[in-house]
């Protein structure tokens, strides 16, 4: 079969042949139908995040998928069924956090991540998975069931940060996301559609005419270019937010959401930067947490629970949402679209089959 793969030494992912896939006992085989590009992947592709499998020189990228499963290989799923995988998997043997059904709270070296870290991920024809890490999608998903993984991340970061907000009264009524790529957007689509806010905000760094500007202003919500206006400063400009989503992955966001939130507030961080040396004022910092009763809580990754709520917020969202946000789904053929990176490109997927065709 045809797999999408990083050989090692290199940056750029190559189609290659792999031989296809025998599920093992609890094991189902899955059909891939597309399968999401992210900022992940970037990292990955440019060697700043992730890692091979043990004693391989090539790892199968890709882990927002949605596939149908061709073999349920004795386990409850029905031939047919359209599926979407979660990607932490045990590191050979389990612990203590993948028995509880948690593996997203599990630190760095009890997971793996497939497309990611140490285990192959599911940018080919055919991939297997345990049963239980495979969350059944209604058919009517199969196209941007790819969109479940990246917005389960959300429903994870927020169900994080409310808790941290749930010993008192506490009514936000504004929010902004840091960071207008996939991720992003996806999250200022729920703060307009699923979480009711009055006042939402999304940041970037584009001159406008740009596609992404145009959806956040078609969401409702402000756009802030941080060129302009630093996140440190948005309470001068547009006053202090209840919520903050950081989805930029720029390290100096974490301290500056610290005072871009209103007293009370809760940030929630989600960007993997690099190592980055710069200076902070970090007992006006402290200060500020205390004296304010703010938050800021990092989250990572996302369990079978959130994948289930992700379903759920999809169907909420509006249709003109996808048509612009999906800027190209691409078979093999066209590979090196899929990983564009440039300005006109938000959300891409590498398409292996299609539902109808099948
Ligand atoms: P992405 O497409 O790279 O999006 C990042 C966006 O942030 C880009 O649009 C970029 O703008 C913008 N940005 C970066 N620095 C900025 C600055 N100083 N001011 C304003 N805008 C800035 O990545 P993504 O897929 O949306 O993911 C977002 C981040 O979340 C990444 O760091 C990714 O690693 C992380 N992530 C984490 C999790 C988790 O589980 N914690 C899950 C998924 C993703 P330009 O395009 O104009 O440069
Ligand atoms: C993935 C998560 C993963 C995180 C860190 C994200 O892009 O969506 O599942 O835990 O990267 O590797
Ligand atoms: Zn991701």
Known sequence: ??????????????????????PEPGEALVETL??????????VINGLHGGFPDGEDHLVLGHEAVGVVVDPNGTDLTDGDVVVPTVRRTPGESNEFFERGEPDMAPSGQYWERGI???????????????????????????????????????????????????????????????????????????EHTEGFDRTYCLGRRDRPDPTIDI???????????????????????????VIYEATGYAKHAFETIRALEPNGVGALLGVPDSWEFEIDGGALHNEFVL??????????????????????????????????VTGVYGLGELDRAFDDDDTTIKTAVEFSTYEER
């Open 1 to 22: 079969m045809d797999a999408v793969v990083l050989r090692e030494g290199e940056q750029t992912p190559t189609v290659v042949e792999k031989p296809k896939p025998e």
């Open 34 to 43: 597309r399968v999401g590009v992210d900022g992940t992947d970037h990292e």
């Open 117 to 191: 870290e140490g285990a192959h991920g599911f940018m080919a024809e055919y991939f297997t998975s345990p049963a239980d890490c495979l969350v059944t999608v209604p058919a009517a998903m199969a196209d941007l069931g790819f969109l479940v993984e990246p917005v389960s991340i959300t429903e994870k970061a927020l169900e994080l940060a409310y808790a941290s907000r749930s010993a008192f009264d506490w009514n936000p009524e504004s929010a902004m996301v840091l960071g207008n790529g996939s991720l992003g957007l996806l999250t200022l689509a729920m703060f």
């Open 216 to 242: 956040i202003e078609e969401l409702g919500a402000t756009y802030v270019d941080s060129r302009q206006t630093a996140v440190a400063d948005v309470p001068d400009t547009h006053e202090g937010m209840d």
């Open 292 to 325: 304010h009763n703010k938050a800021l809580v990092g989250s990572v990754n996302s369990r079978v629970e959130h994948f289930e709520a992700a379903v759920e917020t999809l169907e909420t969202l509006p249709e003109w949402l996808f048509d612009d946000l």
